[in-house]
């Protein structure tokens, strides 16, 4: 089959209206010859893609596609994808190939071109080794059937529905799973979970899967009453003793095959010692509710040996454990992203807004206003709004990324309020932004 025939085949039956010297039809027969890596169809293979059940992205949506694929507000375009998948359609297939050639590179993008593929896309998929990563998206089939991504697509579905009945069919097959998709199912239990799948994760600690036995222990670190906690809550109390003033701490001189399977990895990383790693690890699976004392009092005790190493701990804890009070309470010692996805989105907001009064728009205000759910509201957009046009004068060079990021995450519906808030070129910026996105997703519904 020629360059010619793959392109005319993915496109039978397509709109293809004309653009401007229909440039874009042209370039996707351009760019399959260019990316694609074709494997030639063999003799009882189908000669063109069966039609589409997905109604099609409007046309001034798909335009403003190209101009996103052409380099205007190229970031935007995870957005773009998850908008568009989320209404359930799929995108020209004249622009299936340069999203395809994006989705090797990104992997973030693949579970919405799963969805705006179609089946012209796993047509091309199935016959381009380098776009085969699409086939591993799900597509609808069921649990018996399906690869394994519509098998975990199904599997957190039924999770979110029926927590008890989504624990027993994966107990009904673990055995004849694979190790690879047993590290996949086993992260599906984080939501809805509970004490009645401890002892199904209780069990995986001995899998012979690293992923596997980590994610069950993570799991199960959620969990006060599981019995990884209560083991790790006996071997934190040999290495914290806790008293009205001062902490003493004596770190594990060892790493046995007991805490191994608990979830304590024995190597260390690179610059930090055994026993401050191992006595880390320990205190982050611990339960952060067996100290007895809120979190803010704990900080305030003197740690008399290996301060920063218990902190740190109590941070990874905070996270694991998803301890709300525990999270606001080691931000405000260390600001790190991980630890406001523990919180709600208006907690995160209002957090991040405070952080962002204190701060000059360094790399760790980037970092924690990265890691707040967009879309934000009027509260954090004002302060971040206000922090641009403070510093617009004394550090213009050093606002780049702060006024993108703004007019990625803010949310759309208020871009008359940053057109209003003032006239000065980096605030319309992010107006321009934000209305280019209010516009976009406009063009989606």
Request: with cysteine; aromatic share 6%.
């Given at each position: 089959?020629?360059?010619?025939?793959?392109?005319?085949?993915?496109?039978?039956?397509?709109?293809?209206?004309?653009?401007?010297?229909?440039?874009?039809?042209?370039?996707?027969?351009?760019?399959?010859?260019?990316?694609?890596?074709?494997?030639?169809?063999?003799?009882?293979?189908?000669?063109?893609?069966?039609?589409?059940?997905?109604?099609?992205?409007?046309?001034?949506?798909?335009?403003?596609?190209?101009?996103?694929?052409?380099?205007?507000?190229?970031?935007?375009?995870?957005?773009?994808?998850?908008?568009?998948?989320?209404?359930?359609?799929?995108?020209?297939?004249?622009?299936?190939?340069e999203l395809l050639h994006r989705g090797r590179r990104d992997d973030s993008i693949r579970a919405d071109l799963g969805v705006l593929a179609g089946r012209r896309g796993r047509w091309l998929a199935e016959r381009n080794p380098v776009w085969a990563y699409l086939l591993e998206e799900p597509t609808g089939e069921t649990w018996e059937l399906g690869r394994a991504a519509d098998r975990r697509d199904?599997?957190?579905?039924?999770?979110?529905?029926?927590?008890?009945?989504?624990?027993?069919?994966?107990?009904?097959?673990?055995?004849?799973?694979?190790?690879?998709?047993?590290?996949?199912?086993?992260?599906?239990?984080?939501?809805?979970?509970?004490?009645?799948?401890?002892?199904?994760?209780?069990?995986?600690?001995?899998?012979?899967?690293?992923?596997?036995?980590?994610?069950?222990?993570?799991?199960?670190?959620?969990?006060?009453?599981?019995?990884?906690?209560?083991?790790?809550?006996?071997?934190?109390?040999?290495?914290?003793?806790?008293?009205?003033?001062?902490?003493?701490?004596?770190?594990?001189?060892?790493?046995?095959?007991?805490?191994?399977?608990?979830?304590?990895?024995?190597?260390?990383?690179?610059?930090?010692?055994?026993?401050?790693?191992?006595?880390?690890?320990?205190?982050?699976?611990?339960?952060?509710?067996?100290?007895?004392?809120?979190?803010?009092?704990?900080?305030?005790?003197?740690?008399?040996?290996?301060?920063?190493?218990?902190?740190?701990?109590?941070?990874?804890?905070?996270?694991?454990?998803?301890?709300?009070?525990?999270?606001?309470?080691?931000?405000?010692?260390?600001?790190?992203?991980?630890?406001?996805?523990?919180?709600?989105?208006?907690?995160?907001?209002?957090?991040?807004?405070?952080?962002?009064?204190?701060?000059?728009?360094?790399?760790?205000?980037?970092?924690?206003?990265?890691?707040?759910?967009?879309?934000?509201?009027?509260?954090?957009?004002?302060?971040?709004?206000?922090?641009?046009?403070?510093?617009?004068?004394?550090?213009?060079?050093?606002?780049?990324?702060?006024?993108?990021?703004?007019?990625?995450?803010?949310?759309?519906?208020?871009?008359?309020?940053?057109?209003?808030?003032?006239?000065?070129?980096?605030?319309?910026?992010?107006?321009?932004?934000?209305?280019?996105?209010?516009?976009?997703?406009?063009?989606?519904?």
């Amino acid at each position: 089959m020629s360059w010619d025939d793959l392109a005319s085949t993915a496109l039978v039956g397509t709109d293809r209206r004309p653009y401007p010297g229909d440039l874009l039809g042209s370039a996707a027969v351009e760019v399959v010859r260019r990316r694609a890596g074709w494997r030639p169809a063999r003799p009882g293979e189908p000669a063109r893609a069966a039609d589409e059940e997905q109604d099609a992205v409007s046309r001034r949506a798909a335009e403003r596609l190209v101009r996103i694929l052409g380099g205007e507000h190229e970031r935007v375009l995870p957005e773009w994808l998850a908008v568009a998948a989320g209404a359930g359609r799929r995108v020209p297939a004249y622009l299936l190939p340069e999203l395809l050639h994006r989705g090797r590179r990104d992997d973030s993008i693949r579970a919405d071109l799963g969805v705006l593929a179609g089946r012209r896309g796993r047509w091309l998929a199935e016959r381009n080794p380098v776009w085969a990563y699409l086939l591993e998206e799900p597509t609808g089939e069921t649990w018996e059937l399906g690869r394994a991504a519509d098998r975990r697509d199904h599997l957190r579905r039924l999770r979110a529905a029926e927590p008890g009945e989504a624990r027993r069919l994966l107990e009904s097959s673990w055995e004849r799973e694979t190790p690879e998709d047993r590290a996949v199912f086993v992260e599906v239990l984080a939501e809805g979970l509970s004490m009645d799948d401890e002892p199904f994760l209780e069990s995986a600690l001995d899998d012979r899967r690293r992923e596997v036995r980590q994610w069950a222990a993570n799991l199960l670190t959620r969990l006060p009453a599981s019995r990884l906690s209560r083991r790790m809550a006996e071997r934190a109390r040999t290495c914290l003793t806790v008293g009205p003033a001062t902490i003493t701490v004596e770190a594990p001189s060892s790493c046995d095959k007991a805490m191994e399977r608990d979830g304590i990895r024995p190597k260390t990383p690179r610059g930090v010692g055994e026993r401050a790693w191992w006595l880390q690890q320990v205190i982050a699976r611990a339960p952060l509710q067996m100290w007895g004392v809120p979190p803010g009092e704990m900080l305030r005790k003197k740690i008399l040996d290996w301060d920063s190493e218990v902190k740190t701990a109590w941070v990874r804890a905070a996270v694991l454990q998803r301890e709300p009070e525990w999270a606001r309470a080691m931000f405000a010692w260390d600001p790190i992203s991980d630890l406001l996805e523990t919180l709600g989105p208006e907690e995160q907001q209002a957090l991040a807004a405070d952080f962002t009064k204190e701060r000059d728009p360094d790399s760790q205000l980037i970092m924690v206003l990265g890691g707040v759910s967009p879309r934000w509201q009027e509260t954090l957009a004002t302060a971040v709004l206000r922090k641009i046009i403070q510093m617009a004068t004394t550090q213009p060079w050093n606002l780049g990324e702060l006024i993108t990021l703004a007019g990625e995450r803010v949310d759309p519906a208020l871009a008359g309020l940053a057109e209003s808030f003032s006239p000065v070129p980096p605030i319309q910026q992010v107006a321009a932004l934000l209305r280019f996105r209010a516009d976009m997703i406009k063009e989606l519904s």
